[in-house]
């Protein structure tokens, strides 16, 4: 599934770089925009599944509802990435990692991919 893919961003992820996706062509909207303040992470998998949209986020309760889906065999795409070690990185790596995800084959095929980036 190489190429873009649309995304819900979680309220972990920062508007700088939901700015820069968007700025860069992809479709992102974030749970702010869809839930307003408050979201309850079981309900933003259940959303982004029904659309066909990619969870964005550094939460790790959403990394273990993924793991449970999973086992589940349930369909889902998530993008994760551990928010301490990365939390002084620039915007810019964020979307290259973004850029190389979407151009990679074979991307989501598990369900879960890792966010690759610089430390």
Request: overall charge negative.
């Amino acid at each position: 599934m190489a190429g873009r893919f649309p995304l819900l961003t979680d309220e972990n992820i920062t508007g700088p770089l939901v700015g820069g996706l968007r700025s860069r062509g992809w479709d992102g909207v974030t749970v702010h925009e869809i839930f307003g303040e408050e979201s309850i992470d079981e309900v933003l998998f259940a959303y982004a599944a029904e659309r066909g949209r990619v969870l964005v986020t550094t939460d790790e309760d959403c990394l273990v509802i993924g793991h449970r889906w999973l086992a589940e065999g349930r369909s889902f795409r998530l993008v994760f990435w551990q928010q301490g070690p990365h939390q002084h990185v620039r915007v810019s790596p964020f979307l290259e990692a973004f850029e190389a995800l979407a151009g990679r084959a074979g991307a989501f095929v598990a369900g879960i991919e890792y966010l690759r980036l610089p430390r």
